[in-house]
């Protein structure tokens, strides 16, 4: 299986500032076919579902606001958040699908400052 | 407006059986692969199950390999989890989550509300 490893385990920032979270997949999720990274980021609030950001790691999900990218490729990966709202304070999975089983980070816990 | 919603959960004693449901509406079920998504209490997502949209290609984690059986009805637009020999790990609150129209797990776009499964005595 693909051991997905993020960083920080949480973070504080303040509002107005750039949050940065790490993934990296112990291995390759770069599809020589195609040329797409198989990761997806998602975010999860206290008693709700997961909620997808962003897919082909960098591609937004529909209705996601562009405060959100993702960038990187091959093992690293970064979920961005530009100006960090008071509503972006929540959990941040990332997610390959690669390799059957899909496997997820450990979660990043994004606090307000 | 997409909707999947999970019912079926409960308190289960460790050996017993449970079967969960998930209604969906809003969108062509027949056509979506489906998945069920696992989050212990305090705790990650763990991906439990993956369906085809036509059945025919169905993939399990390891973990729950044999003792747990994905099916669904197309006619009812329903996604199905069949549990058996349920341990005390198997505690938590199980998602059923859309995926996309390939042959393999992809990224999941919209995810039910949850129903927590207890297994205690």
């Known amino acids: 299986d693909i051991v997905m490893t993020q960083s920080p385990d949480s973070l504080a920032v303040s509002l107005g500032e750039r949050a940065t979270i790490n993934c990296k997949s112990s291995?390759?999720?770069?599809?020589?076919?195609?040329?797409?990274?198989?990761l997806a980021w998602y975010q999860q609030k206290p008693g709700q579902p997961p909620k997808l950001l962003i897919y082909w790691a960098s591609t937004r999900e529909s209705g996601v606001p562009d405060r959100f990218s993702g960038s990187g490729s091959g093992t690293d990966f970064t979920l961005t958040i530009s100006s960090l709202q008071a509503e972006d304070a929540a959990l941040y999975y990332c997610?390959?699908?690669?390799?059957?089983?899909?496997?997820f980070g450990q979660g990043t816990k994004v606090e307000i400052k | 407006e997409v909707q999947l919603v999970e019912s079926g959960g409960g308190l289960v004693q460790p050996g017993g059986s449970l079967r969960l449901s998930c209604a969906a509406s809003g969108f062509t079920f027949s056509t979506y692969n489906m998945n069920w998504v696992r989050q212990a209490p305090g705790k990650g997502l763990e991906w439990v199950s993956f369906i085809t949209g036509s059945s025919r290609t169905k993939y399990y984690a390891d973990s729950v390999k044999g003792r747990f059986t994905i099916s669904r009805d197309n006619a009812k637009n329903s996604l199905y989890l069949q549990m058996n020999s349920l341990r005390a790990e198997d505690t938590a609150v199980y998602y059923c989550?859309?995926?996309?129209?390939?042959?393999?797990?992809?990224?999941?776009?919209?995810w039910g509300q949850g129903t927590l499964v207890t297994v205690s005595s």
């Open positions: 989550a859309r995926d996309q129209k390939w042959e393999l797990p992809h990224y999941l776009d919209c």
């Open positions: 997610q390959q699908y690669y390799i059957t089983p899909p496997t």
């Open positions: 291995q390759s999720v770069l599809h020589s076919s195609n040329n797409k990274n198989y």
